[in-house]
């Protein structure tokens, strides 16, 4: 929805944060604004997700749930077998990025 916001805050609250939650954000968002984020604890509002290619789409609340049934009907209409398929891969490949966090203990 357009209200929606994101943050993450462990330099708010003085906890560190996990090094693959680190990472997950950085395959995803740009690193300035990841570092911005972790850094500052400021709140990222849903038109800049959006910008960072971090939100698929913003969405109206009362268009919310017939929004979120179109995107399923679509994935539904799809090759069943394929879309398994390349959900794995993606799974995969997405693990592969990912740190130990031994390395930064």
Request: hydrophobic share 50%; proline share 8%.
């Amino acid at each position: 929805t357009p209200d929606a916001t994101f943050a993450i805050t462990p330099a708010k609250v003085g906890l560190p944060y996990h090094a693959s939650g680190m990472a997950h954000f950085v395959g995803v968002l740009p690193v300035h604004v990841v570092k911005w984020m972790f850094f500052s604890s400021s709140v990222l509002s849903a038109e800049e997700a959006h910008r960072y290619g971090f939100l698929n789409a913003i969405v109206p609340p009362d268009e919310l749930s017939a929004k979120a049934s179109e995107m399923a009907a679509t994935i539904a209409s799809r090759a069943p077998l394929v879309v398994t398929v390349l959900k794995k891969q993606l799974r995969q490949l997405c693990a592969t990025a990912n740190l130990s966090p031994d390395i930064f203990e």
